[in-house]
């Protein structure tokens, strides 16, 4: 079965840096787009990254191009989301998920979220 | 940025009611609408996509309609199971963007 497991989070000091992974299994990880999805506390879903299957092609929101950047390792059906320069704003639940087509944005399987909680 | 805007942002309703919620895109997305469904403590589980498209497992009683800026996501009798809190989202440009949620409570 898909699962997508996240890991990395944590209490951080703003203007530090920090390293989110996605653990894939159960599909084949090099064929789907994938995307981190976050959600701050009491808030709703704000959509932070796209990577195309092959890693080729990347988006971002506005709120964290330039200090985020998403990467992942097909040979290690592993997803990350570098983090730097965070800010309060930037504390939230961060999710990844699998995208059904590529880089189509619908969203089928989500894993259960990682907290970076951004404060001095 | 393409802006969602869903309404009601709460609904209070009973089990076996019908309940719609409505999603307004700023400009035309075509069909680049899906739904979601979010409980307490969980990731969002996705519903409905290309507006009208049931996804895998998803309990028939769920349907979605609409195409360029207004959509709306239908429950026909409500489930116990089914309250919960639903997102919008729009994939037709980027940024993706979602709708500011639907906190559907039991009456």
């Known amino acids: 079965q898909v699962q997508l497991v996240e890991s990395g989070g944590g209490v951080v000091q703003p203007g530090r840096s920090l390293r989110l992974s996605c653990a894939a299994s159960?599909?084949?990880?090099?064929?789907?787009?994938m995307h981190w999805v976050r959600q701050a506390p009491g808030k709703g879903l704000e959509w932070v990254a796209v990577?195309?299957?092959?890693?080729?092609?990347?988006n971002y929101a506005d709120s964290v191009k330039g200090r985020f950047t998403i990467s992942r390792d097909n040979s290690k059906n592993t997803l990350s989301l570098q983090m730097n320069s965070l800010r309060a704003d930037d504390t939230a639940v961060y999710y990844c998920?699998?995208?059904?087509?590529?880089?189509?944005?619908?969203?089928?399987?989500w894993g259960q979220g990682t907290l970076v909680t951004v404060s001095s | 940025d393409v802006q969602m805007t869903q309404s009601p942002s709460s609904l209070s309703a009973s089990v076996g009611d019908r309940v719609t919620i409505t999603c307004r895109a700023s400009?035309?997305?075509?069909?680049?609408l899906n739904w979601y469904q979010q409980k307490p403590g969980n990731p969002p589980k996705l519903l409905i996509y290309?507006?009208?498209s049931l996804q895998s497992g998803v309990p028939s009683r769920f349907s979605g309609s609409g195409s360029g800026t207004d959509f709306a996501l239908t429950i026909s009798s409500l489930q116990p199971e089914d309250f919960a809190t639903y997102y919008c989202?729009?994939?037709?440009?980027?940024?993706?963007?979602f709708g500011q949620g639907t906190r559907l409570e039991i009456k």
């Open positions: 400009q035309s997305i075509t069909i680049y």
């Open positions: 159960g599909f084949t990880f090099s064929s789907y787009g």
């Open positions: 998920a699998r995208d059904k087509v590529d880089h189509a944005g619908e969203l089928d399987y």
């Open positions: 989202q729009q994939t037709s440009s980027t940024p993706i963007t």
């Open positions: 990577i195309w299957y092959d890693g080729n092609n990347k």
């Open positions: 290309a507006a009208s």
